[in-house]
């Protein structure tokens, strides 16, 4: 076999190309980024028999108007509270929200809203909820926040 690289050849011969080594089918491995705090995950390694129910749940929270447009949250399986102070899980600084606001919960193989007794209400999709199976794309109004619920 010939070959050309910026103007000089070369000649190579099969006996000249080292082989590959076999790929040992049981040690094979896929990986996936897992965090729930929205910062830099850790690999995780995830075996090639886990199936789906094995993998962590995750969904995001993004904030589409109001005083922390463009932020996002990372959700997985645990509860979130909402609300304007230090004490929630996530804080939206907002002075028509209560504290806490509301909560994000993921129960049964869906994520629920829960509005906490507050004052303004928690709206999903324009109307007032005091619970709501949350579904991908749901709009969520707390305040004068407006957040998007995303789902895998």
Known sequence: MRFN?????FRLSRKDVPKMPKR?????????????????????VVGVGQTQQDLPVVAWLVII????KGQDYRLDDRKYTIGPTQNEDIVVHDDYLSSPHC????EGGSFYINDLGSKNKTFVNGEPQ???ELIDNDHI?????????KCL
Do not use: H, L, P
Request: glycine share 14%.
């Open 5 to 9: 690289i910026f103007g000089r050849f």
């Open 24 to 44: 040992d089918k049981k040690k094979s491995q896929a990986t996936r980024v897992v965090d729930a705090r929205g910062g830099r995950g850790k690999t995780r």
């Open 65 to 68: 108007n109001g005083t922390y």
């Open 103 to 106: 909560a994000i919960r993921y």
């Open 130 to 132: 005091t619970e709501w």
């Open 141 to 149: 109004k707390i305040g004068q926040t407006e957040m998007m619920f």
